[in-house]
């Protein structure tokens, strides 16, 4: 396959996994928090992990912001993992609220106490596929992947979510947007079939 990734380092995680995961579907990555190496992407990743505030911060300090929105605008395909699919969306409300790349419309907001379940929403769940995509070729409806959150996205927009999970509520834990992609699961930390969502958008996307 011999295809290039940007990896984005916000410097608010470990993004070896995330790396390591690329690589064994056979791609070339680069890791950075260089704009000017961003801007010069044929495809990227921005992984996430921690609390949304803090992230954007890390984003903003380096310019990676705006980096990111330039790339989007050229048409070149993107995929947020977790706090980054979060990051797509125009507010999050974690740490207080706090602005996001406002790529996709819609806001982040922290599971209900009301709900009758435990929070982080950690561990395995099923994805259910809402639409044919590209991202989830080769995917059956129905497929576990493992989730680490305390927040979900409430998109605005629901031709944005082209998957959902149930967990106390139903939301969306894939959405797309022309060339922006996003998964809130851990696609590095879901075996088999994380790799063949890595894969997808390496070489179907």
Not at 56 to 69: E, T
Not at 85 to 108: D, P, S
Not at 122 to 151: C, E, M
Not at 179 to 187: D, E, M, R
Request: glycine share 10%.
């Amino acid at each position: 396959m011999n295809k290039d990734i940007i990896l984005i380092d916000a410097g608010t995680g470990n993004l070896r996994s995330v790396q390591k995961a690329l690589e064994s579907v056979g791609v070339k990555v680069e890791r950075t928090d260089d704009p000017q190496k961003v801007l010069s992407a044929k495809k990227v990743v921005l992984p996430g992990v921690g609390a949304f505030g803090d992230f954007m911060s890390g984003i903003k300090a380096k310019r990676l912001d705006v980096a990111v929105k330039q790339v989007v605008e050229r048409d070149v395909p993107m995929l947020g993992i977790c706090v980054g699919m979060q990051a797509l969306f125009e507010i999050g409300e974690e740490m207080g609220e706090h602005e996001g790349l406002g790529l996709l419309k819609g806001t982040v907001v922290r599971f209900a106490d009301s709900l009758s379940v435990k929070v982080p929403h950690t561990g395995w769940n099923q994805v259910r596929v809402k639409k044919d995509a590209s991202l989830f070729s080769q995917i059956q409806d129905g497929a576990y992947v493992y989730f680490n959150h305390s927040y979900y996205c409430q998109a605005s927009d629901h031709t944005d979510v082209i998957a959902e999970v149930d967990y106390g509520i139903r939301y969306a834990c894939s959405v797309r947007r022309e060339n922006v992609f996003g998964v809130q699961f851990h696609p590095e930390k879901s075996q088999a079939v994380g790799l063949q969502i890595l894969k997808n958008f390496v070489e179907a996307v």
